[in-house]
């Protein structure tokens, strides 16, 4: 079961920067291993990040899960509140999810 977290819109100083010239949105979800819950066992969380781009008469939609990352809710919150913030993409989530996972960040 996924639930809804936040979304944004890349901003447009990035995005000329790359030499992008339509909008991408973001989208940040909560996974919750359903599963574990009908067992009665701790949930365990994960995240799934949507990345939608606006061509002119397209659009282009790519998208990244990460299952049973912590059971503990309030760090899944964190990490997508630190994804949110600084703008990850589905490509990039691996990398900085490996980077959390060595800072102690994610239990």
Do not use: R
Not at 19 to 24: A, L, N, R, S, T
């Amino acid at each position: 079961m996924k639930t809804f977290f936040g979304s944004i819109f890349i901003k447009k100083e990035k995005l000329q920067e790359a030499g992008i010239e339509h909008p991408i949105k973001l989208e940040y979800y909560k996974m919750i291993n359903e599963d574990e819950l009908v067992h009665g066992k701790n949930a365990k969380y994960g995240i799934k990040i949507i990345k939608t781009e606006y061509l002119e008469k397209d659009t282009k939609v790519e998208d990244k899960t990460i299952k049973y990352l912590s059971s503990n809710e309030q760090k899944i919150n964190d990490i997508l509140n630190i994804l949110k913030e600084n703008e990850v993409t589905p490509i990039g989530v691996q990398d900085v999810i490996c980077d959390f996972s060595k800072s102690s960040l994610i239990l």
